[in-house]
C-alpha cells in the first residue's frame, strides 16, 4: 500500500499587515525587511475570529471539498503547530471536535517549520503500515501572539506570521504519490530559535517577574540559523532524490518551507533550478512556521503549477534544530 494525497487547502487570516505598518512602531523600514527576508507583508490572526484549531478547521473543509470527500471518511489526525491553542490538550482535539470527528485518533506534532513534513511523514508510515486508509496532515500556526513587538524583537517580528494548512493522506494501490520523505534533527542547536517559557522545569511555571522579562518572547540567532538551513536543506532534498534514483532534473516543482526569500533563492541556485520550479509565497504570507508548505502547496495546485505525474519536492528547516523533505509522483 501506497499513500497519496487527494485534497489540499488553506487558510490565511484577514488581517494584512505591512512593513510600513511595522515601521509605524518599530525601528525598520520596508527597504531593510524586503531585502534581507523578501518578505513585503504578512497576515497576523485577529484574536476576536481566528484560533489554530478554527483556521485549521476552515483550511480542511476547503481540502475536503476539493478531494470531493466527506469529513467522516478521516479516520485519523495528525495536527503539526508549536502554537497550540492550549497548553494542553494540543490542537488535534479540538480540530477533532469541529470537524465532529469525536473517537478517531489525534496527534499533535511540535517540530516546528520541519513540522508538516513530519506529519506527512507519520500519515504516510500509518498508512503504509495498513493502520489507517484517510489520514488528515495539518499545520497551523498564529506565532503573531507571541512575537516581540517592539524594536527588540525586530530580528523575529517582521518574518514570523499566521495561517493553517491541510492535505488530506489516502491510501492506494498506485506506485505515484509519497515516494519517500526524511526527517532528521540536531538538539545541540535547540536554543538557537526557541521560545523559553511557559516551561515545566521552572521551579514556577508562571510568576510576574518571568512574564517581565524576555523568556516567553522567540529568541531566534538569525545568522545561526541562515547558515544551517543552507547547507540542510541542499543536504536532505539529495538525500531524497539519491534515495529514489532521481535528479535536480527530474524536480518539477521545489516548495521550500517559507523561512526567508533569500534562503530559498539560494537552494534554488544550489540546485540549479529555473524560477517555473520553486514556489515561494513568504512575500505575501511571511513564514507561517509548520503552516508554510501546505499554505504553499495549496496555493501551488489552486495556480495550475501541480499535475498529475509532477514530482513535487517538499523540504523544510527549522527550530530544534530539525530538517526534513518528502518527494510526492503527485496523482
Ligand atoms: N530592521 C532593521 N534592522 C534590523 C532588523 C529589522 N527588522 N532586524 C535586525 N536588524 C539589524 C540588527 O539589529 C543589526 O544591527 P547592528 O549591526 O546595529 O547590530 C543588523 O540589522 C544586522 O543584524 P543581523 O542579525 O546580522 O542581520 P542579518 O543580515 O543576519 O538578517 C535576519 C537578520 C533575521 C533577516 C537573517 O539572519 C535571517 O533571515 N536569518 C534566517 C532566519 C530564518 O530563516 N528564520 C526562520 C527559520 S525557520
New binding site residues.
Given amino acids: 500500500m501506497n499513500s497519496k494525497i487527494v485534497g489540499v487547502g488553506h487558510y490565511v487570516p484577514e488581517n494584512v499587515v505591512t512593513n510600513d505598518d511595522l515601521a509605524a512602531y518599530?525601528?525598520?523600514?520596508d527597504e531593510?525587511?524586503r531585502e534581507?527576508?523578501g518578505i513585503q507583508e504578512r497576515r497576523w490572526f485577529n484574536p476576536d475570529k481566528d484560533t489554530v484549531a478554527n483556521m485549521a478547521t476552515r483550511a480542511t473543509k476547503m481540502a475536503l471539498e476539493r478531494a470531493h470527500m466527506d469529513a467522516k471518511e478521516i479516520e485519523f489526525i495528525v495536527f503539526a503547530t508549536i502554537t497550540p491553542d492550549y497548553f494542553f490538550p494540543g490542537s488535534g482535539v479540538l480540530l477533532q471536535r469541529e470537524l465532529g470527528l469525536q473517537g478517531i485518533g489525534a496527534i499533535d506534532i511540535r517540530n516546528?517549520?520541519s513540522g508538516f513534513i513530519y506529519g506527512l511523514s507519520t500519515a504516510d508510515a500509518f498508512i503504509k503500515s495498513g493502520m489507517y486508509k484517510t489520514v488528515l496532515v495539518i499545520g497551523a500556526e498564529i506565532q503573531s501572539s507571541a512575537l516581540d513587538k517592539t524594536t527588540a524583537g525586530?530580528?523575529?517580528n517582521?518574518?514570523f506570521a499566521d495561517g493553517a494548512g491541510a492535505a488530506i493522506l489516502q491510501a492506494t494501490e498506485e506506485k505515484s504519490g509519497v515516494l519517500t520523505t526524511h526527517l532528521h534533527a540536531d538538539g545541540d542547536y535547540a536554543e538557537e530559535?526557541y521560545v523559553r517559557d511557559p516551561g515545566s522545569s521552572r521551579k514556577v511555571r508562571l510568576s510576574p517577574e518571568l512574564i517581565a522579562g524576555d523568556s516567553f518572547k522567540v529568541y531566534?540567532n538569525?545568522?545561526g540559523?541562515?547558515k544551517h538551513?543552507v547547507v540542510r536543506f541542499e543536504e536532505v532534498i539529495r538525500e531524497a532524490l539519491d534515495k529514489t534514483g532521481k535528479s535536480t532534473e527530474d524536480i518539477d516543482l521545489l516548495i521550500p518551507?517559507q523561512?526567508?526569500l533569500?534562503?530559498s533563492q539560494f537552494i534554488q541556485r544550489k540546485l540549479n533550478l529555473p524560477d517555473e520550479k520553486i514556489f515561494n509565497n513568504i512575500m505575501y504570507l511571511g513564514?507561517t512556521?509548520a503552516a508554510s508548505i501546505p499554505i504553499a502547496l495549496s496555493e501551488a495546485v489552486d495556480q495550475g503549477r501541480v499535475k498529475k505525474g509532477d514530482l513535487v519536492c517538499l523540504a523544510a528547516?527549522?527550530?530544534g534544530f530539525t530538517w526534513a523533505s518528502a518527494l510526492i509522483e503527485w496523482s
Wanted: aromatic share 10%; charged share 10%; glycine share 6%.
Fill in positions: 518599530i525601528d525598520t523600514s531593510w525587511i534581507r527576508t516546528a517549520c525586530r530580528n523575529t517582521v518574518i530559535l531566534m538569525g545568522n540559523v541562515f538551513a518551507h523561512a526567508n533569500r534562503i513564514n512556521t528547516f527549522g527550530s
